[in-house]
């Protein structure tokens, strides 16, 4: 067969070579070591908890060895496709501190040289490597109508392994010139199939990062590069973007690897080197049972990333506590090196900890506690009416005008040797401090002596005094004396019959009638914060 004719015939339309590709593509002028890598989402309008694992493992293979970390989006699937995608991606990546080296923004700025970034303006570029392929021998044009591919290509390839059939040829791959020339002339629609030579019997060995040494079999399947709209697959636009665009590691989903040998025939067929391959462990959650399950959208808010702002968390949280499930060594890190910049810590992407990490909200507001932990006061009021802008419009107008009041509230605690560690998220503020800002909804009654209870607070306005710290708790002592509680804890322990309760006792009823609960932070700082005559209107409620 003469298949620079068919080339020729299939593509007649088609200008650019590939050599004038390829000039534009210079090879990039890098220190040695660093790494090209990208981030290269379907734009589906938003972005999942696992591709945000795999950009931050780019982004951080990139910066820290002086290479590039680039946006590419993968928009092949148009039917999929939801507008602005671009600009949500890039604004959780920048919100999250990793922004791109190159990107484009669709409509609007190109920010790089090995652009287009959007995947279906290279289809010019897709058309002139399959029709080298054609040209070579190497590809050849299939007329029938299931043409979808990846999932077409998937899903017939394991069927047939599965039953032993190891080779997947189509039937398209011999017909002859003349049949193809009638097809065309008839109008018939065609994809770009590869003219696989592997037998599928043969083995390969890919060395992961993630998941070290892997062997596959080798691929056997005439996969689609092109389909019937000239639109590329993943599968084949990958090696030529990756190629030209100068990528040398690739991070993607697990997903991804039973298609690897498919990958390898590919970049073979093109004549093109492979980059090294990560291949990102999918992020699990447990059930009510205890099992484990793929963390998908549909079952689990977290899945996207805009839960974390809408919850109001700090972003430098989230980011450790992914940093813990790529690298496990990273806690101990950060408990050496309280205050170091995570660009510190010796990240190293191509040992993954988790095979199977699993989401932990418990662990992510432990980290976020510790970090609020540290924020003055100010930062926390900035932080907060930063989430409150987006999410708490309701309680905006407060935050604005009572400024200074609120930021007292969050200082409560904060500026002291072990300051106080029960924020992680902006959105449980006003839960957290509903008495600071209104009386308590509900009070913590139950099991607690009611008549004792109603005798202290009746008592204490006799002996309320805000006025310093030292004469506050003076003077409830002197309350708890002259009740019948102790005032010291030892001579309690020792004779608790002589008494009604100790002074601790006390100061429950108080913070009961102030705050609603029997924890809260510092209780003096609460009532002298509240004021003397709101405390004791609260109080006047039970005595
Ligand atoms: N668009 C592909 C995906 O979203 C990209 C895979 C890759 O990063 O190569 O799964």
Redesign the pocket.
């Known amino acids: 067969m003469d298949y620079k004719k068919l080339a020729n015939l299939l593509f007649a339309d088609n200008q650019l070579t590939v050599e004038e590709i390829e000039k534009r593509y210079a090879k990039r002028d890098l220190p040695q070591g660093s790494h090209v890598t990208?981030?290269?989402?379907?734009p589906t309008g938003y972005m999942h908890l696992g591709?945000f694992f795999?950009a931050l493992i780019d982004f951080n293979l990139a910066k820290r060895s002086g290479g590039v970390f680039y946006l590419r989006i993968?928009d092949t699937d148009q039917k999929r496709e939801v507008s602005g995608a671009s600009a949500i991606i890039m604004n959780i990546l920048t919100s999250y501190g990793l922004l791109p080296d190159e990107y484009q923004l669709k409509g609007g700025v190109t920010v790089g040289e090995y652009g287009p970034y959007y995947q279906s303006e290279r289809k010019e570029i897709y058309k002139a490597y399959a029709k080298k392929l054609v040209a070579e021998g190497k590809a050849f044009p299939c007329f029938c109508k299931k043409t979808e591919g990846l999932s077409d290509v998937k899903e017939k390839r394991e069927k047939k392994f599965a039953v032993g059939i190891t080779e997947d040829r189509d039937a398209c791959r011999n017909l002859t010139i003349e049949q193809i020339e009638q097809y065309l002339k008839a109008g018939k629609k065609f994809a770009i199939r590869l003219k696989s030579k592997g037998n599928g019997t043969n083995k390969i060995k890919i060395v992961d990062g993630a998941k070290g040494e892997v062997e596959l079999l080798e691929n056997a399947s005439d996969a689609i590069l092109l389909k019937d709209d000239f639109m590329p697959t993943?599968n084949f636009a990958?090696a030529v973007d990756?190629t030209l665009m100068g990528t040398t590691v690739?991070?993607?989903?697990e997903?991804?690897l039973p298609s690897y040998p498919l990958h390898v025939e590919i970049f073979d067929a093109l004549g093109f080197k492979q980059p090294q391959y990560i291949h990102s462990p999918l992020i699990y959650k447990l059930n009510e049972k205890g099992n484990k399950n793929k963390i998908s959208k549909r079952k689990h808010p977290e899945a996207d990333m805009r839960f974390f702002d809408k919850e109001g968390y700090e972003k430098q949280a989230v980011v450790e506590y992914l940093l813990n499930l790529i690298n496990s060594n990273f806690e101990n890190w950060r408990k050496a090196n309280p205050d170091a910049d995570i660009m510190e810590f010796p990240f190293d992407g191509f040992n993954i900890t988790a095979n199977t990490p699993v989401f932990d909200i418990v662990k992510l507001n432990d980290i976020s506690k510790e970090i609020i932990s540290k924020y003055s006061a100010d930062k926390c009021y900035q932080e907060l009416l930063a989430w409150a802008r987006e999410y708490s419009l309701e309680n905006l107008d407060y935050l604005v005008k009572d400024r200074e009041y609120v930021t007292k509230v969050l200082n409560i605690d904060r500026e002291k040797p072990k300051p106080r560690k029960d924020i992680y998220k902006w959105s449980m503020f006003f839960d957290l401090f509903d008495y600071m800002f209104s009386d308590p909804a509900k009070f913590e009654l139950e099991d607690i002596n009611k008549k004792d209870f109603e005798i202290v607070l009746r008592e204490y306005k006799k002996y309320i005094d805000l006025s310093s710290k030292d004469a506050w708790f003076a003077n409830i002592k002197k309350m708890a004396d002259a009740l019948g509680y102790a005032t010291d804890n030892a001579d309690f322990k020792k004779n608790p019959e002589k008494y009604k309760g100790n002074v601790a006792k006390v100061c429950e009823y108080i913070r009961i009638a102030v705050t609603g609960r029997k924890n809260s932070p510092d209780l003096y700082e609460i009532m002298s914060l509240l004021g003397e005559k709101e405390v004791l209107q609260r109080m006047a409620e039970f005595a």
């Open positions: 990208r981030f290269a989402p379907s591709g795999q993968e993943y990958h990756d690739v991070v993607r989903g997903e991804w």
